[in-house]
């Protein structure tokens, strides 16, 4: 049995498989859409059937791009790498400081004991 995601990739696979030999068909021979009715210069199909991909790739792009804009943009700068090693030391002296106070601590029990 199929899952439902391979189906839906098999639907999308059927899809666009049959866009692109239409595309092609389309590009390479308009006459074919005077069979279904429609009827236009076979130079203007070719010029339609070249623009609207040429400009939902162009819109695409402009919009990836103002997305990576946006997104520069909007985010903090990054913490100097002196800061964070600073950070980073500081967290180590804390552990030992408490290490060495715990060890303090069971010292001392240790001693009251005897």
Same mark, same amino acid.
């Given at each position: 049995?199929?899952? @439902?995601?391979?189906? +839906?990739?098999?639907?999308?696979?059927?899809?666009?498989? +049959?866009?692109?030999?239409?595309?092609?068909?389309?590009?390479?021979?308009?006459?074919?859409?005077?069979?279904?009715?429609?009827?236009?210069?076979?130079? $203007?199909?070719?010029?339609? =059937? +070249?623009?609207?991909?040429?400009? +939902?790739?162009? =819109?695409?792009?402009?919009?990836?791009?103002?997305?990576?804009?946006? $997104?520069?943009? $909007?985010?903090?700068?990054? @913490?100097?790498? %002196?800061?964070?090693?600073?950070?980073?030391?500081?967290?180590?002296?804390?552990? &030992?400081?408490?290490? $060495?106070?715990? %060890?303090?601590?069971? %010292?001392?029990?240790?001693? &009251?004991? @005897?």
């Amino acid at each position: 049995m199929v899952s @439902k995601d391979q189906g +839906i990739g098999g639907a999308i696979l059927a899809v666009c498989v +049959i866009i692109a030999l239409l595309y092609i068909v389309t590009l390479f021979y308009p006459a074919w859409l005077s069979f279904i009715g429609l009827s236009f210069t076979a130079s $203007t199909v070719q010029f339609w =059937v +070249i623009a609207v991909p040429v400009f +939902i790739a162009f =819109v695409a792009i402009m919009f990836i791009g103002a997305w990576i804009g946006w $997104t520069m943009a $909007t985010t903090p700068p990054p @913490k100097p790498i %002196e800061e964070i090693t600073t950070e980073i030391e500081e967290k180590k002296e804390e552990t &030992k400081a408490e290490e $060495t106070a715990a %060890e303090d601590t069971e %010292e001392q029990s240790a001693k &009251k004991k @005897k």
